[in-house]
């Protein structure tokens, strides 16, 4: 399934005067970056965009078969989530991208799109991403490729604009957390 190209949803566009926010939820697969970002999104009001759906084909077959993406693999991908993120900004949406963002520098790379960029870092350990992940239901990502994910991790440091957040909580308390966060950061 791959996500529809064109503008994003006019529900998601900023009422008040406040500049939009775009925002990543990142991790290691099985971190819940989706479900976190997806709700983040519908309590923000803003445009929902799946990092998945944005892989070309030869990426997901790549890693249904049990290979890890090289830099180069994930450059394109990359790139394709942060022209989403830089085009709802200028449309004047808020955005939240669900995205692995693994690597400090691809998170540079991403922040380059949208230097407001803000990352939301969903914590987990090995066990419990394998456990996730092999429980899945029609991905694409096999739970052979976590220990992968967990080699090719850096996770953000206190001068990149990330939250780093415990991700086996329920989702509700990690968005209203979140949403906490934000607040207390922009007022």
């Known amino acids: ?60 077959a790549r890693m249904a078969s049990g290979e890890p993406l090289t830099d180069e693999l994930r450059a394109g991908w990359l790139d394709a989530i942060g022209g989403r993120i830089a085009a709802a900004i200028a449309d004047g949406q808020s955005v939240v991208a669900a995205c692995s963002a693994l690597k400090r520098g691809y998170r540079a790379r991403l922040l380059g799109f949208c230097p407001e960029l803000r990352f939301v870092y969903l914590e987990i350990d090995a066990e419990t991403a394998r456990r996730r992940v092999g429980s899945r239901k029609g991905h694409f990502m096999p739970a052979s490729l976590v220990d992968s994910q967990f080699a090719t991790l850096e996770a953000p440091t206190a001068d990149e604009p990330a939250l780093t957040v415990d991700g086996t909580g329920p989702i509700s308390d990690i968005v209203a957390g979140v949403l906490d966060e934000l607040r207390t950061k922009t007022s």
Request: glycine share 12%; hydrophobic share 45%.
């Open 1 to 60: 399934m791959t996500e529809k190209a064109g503008p994003l949803p006019s529900e998601a566009r900023t009422s008040d005067a406040r500049p939009p926010l775009a925002i990543v939820a990142m991790g290691v697969a099985g971190c819940g970056k989706s479900a976190v970002g997806e709700s983040l999104a519908a309590a923000l009001g803003a445009a929902f965009v799946e990092g998945d759906r944005l892989h070309p084909p030869e990426n997901v």
